[in-house]
Nanobody, 124 residues
Framework: QVELAESGGSVVQAGGSLRLSCVGS????????VAWIRQGAGKEREFVAS????????SYGDSVEDRFTISRDNAKNTVYLEMNKLRPEDTAIYYC?????????????????WGRGTQVTVSS
C-alpha cells in the first residue's frame, strides 16, 4: 500500500485550465498504476483517467478525453492531471487511487489506496 495526497484543486471559470497533483509516499510508488476518479455532489464516482507505472499506458473517461491529460514524474513520486477547457459539469472532488495493476475503469481501483481528494469548482 502507498499513501496518496492530492493538491491543486481550486475555483476556476469555465473554459479555464487547472493542474492537479497526486504525490505518493514510499519507494514502491513507482510500481503502481494511478487513476484519477471524481465525484460531483449527488453523483456517483466517475472514472477520469489512469496511467500505468511507466507512463506508457493511459486511459480516459469519455467525458474528459481530448480535454484532460494524465502524466507522471516518477522521480518526484507524482502523477498529474492537466485539465483544459473546463466545464461546470467538471465540478467535483477529485481523488487519486493506486493499484499494482493497470485498469481503464473505476472498479479496478476500488480495492487500492486512495487519497482524501481535492475540490475543483468550475463557475459558469
Amino acid at each position: 500500500q502507498v499513501e496518496l495526497a492530492e493538491s491543486g484543486g481550486s475555483v476556476v471559470q469555465a473554459g479555464g485550465s487547472l493542474r492537479l497533483s497526486c504525490v505518493g509516499s514510499g519507494r514502491t510508488f513507482n510500481d503502481y498504476s494511478v487513476a484519477w476518479i471524481r465525484q460531483g455532489a449527488g453523483k456517483e464516482r466517475e472514472f477520469v483517467a489512469s496511467i500505468n507505472w511507466s507512463g506508457g499506458l493511459t486511459s480516459y473517461g469519455d467525458s474528459v478525453e481530448d480535454r484532460f491529460t494524465i502524466s507522471r514524474d516518477n522521480a518526484k513520486n507524482t502523477v498529474y492531471l492537466e485539465m483544459n477547457k473546463l466545464r461546470p459539469e467538471d465540478t467535483a472532488i477529485y481523488y487519486c487511487a493506486a493499484t499494482r495493476a493497470f485498469y481503464s475503469n473505476y472498479d479496478g481501483y476500488l480495492s487500492g489506496s486512495w487519497g482524501r481528494g481535492t475540490q475543483v469548482t468550475v463557475s459558469s
